[in-house]
């Protein structure tokens, strides 16, 4: 158990797992709607909109383990993940949100401890 000085296995686990999930899948997101363009017609979106989600998330990916901004980069990633909900939602999907729920309750959970450990405000 963690005593707010030390990080749980968990947390560690947690922290590798949205590192390594958003640092390999926004870099192929991105590529994947480049090449073929069908995130931004599936959702809507300009395909810049979307690369600058998945720029976002790539740098926040990187910094989860700078201990002074990593409630920040996990509270951007929240935000993000909150907005996938919303728009799979949006287009009548809400199966296909069912990960991006996953992320969110895993991420606020994680920020939480981050923050936590931080010892107070951000």
Same mark, same amino acid.
């Given at each position: 158990m963690s005593d707010g000085t030390q990080t749980s296995r968990w947390e560690r686990v947690a922290r590798w797992f949205l590192v390594l999930s958003y640092g390999v899948g926004?870099?192929?997101?991105? *590529?994947?709607?480049?090449?073929? $363009?069908m995130f931004?017609?599936? %959702?809507?979106?300009s395909p810049e909109f979307?690369?600058?989600?998945?720029?976002?998330?790539?740098?926040?990916?990187l910094v989860l383990f700078k201990r002074s901004v990593?409630?920040?980069?996990?509270?951007? *990633?929240?935000?993000?993940?909150? $907005?996938?909900?919303y728009?799979? %939602?949006r287009i009548g999907s809400p199966a296909t949100a069912l990960p991006a729920v996953a992320y969110?309750?895993?991420?606020?959970?994680?920020?939480?401890?981050?923050y936590r450990q931080r010892g107070g405000p951000l």
């Open positions: 926004s870099p192929l997101f991105a *590529l994947a709607e480049f090449r073929t $363009g931004s017609e599936r %959702f809507d979106y979307l690369y600058a989600v998945s720029g976002t998330q790539f740098l926040c990916a990593a409630p920040w980069s996990i509270a951007i *990633l929240t935000v993000l993940s909150i $907005g996938a909900v728009s799979h %939602f969110s309750v895993l991420q606020t959970w994680y920020g939480l401890r981050a």
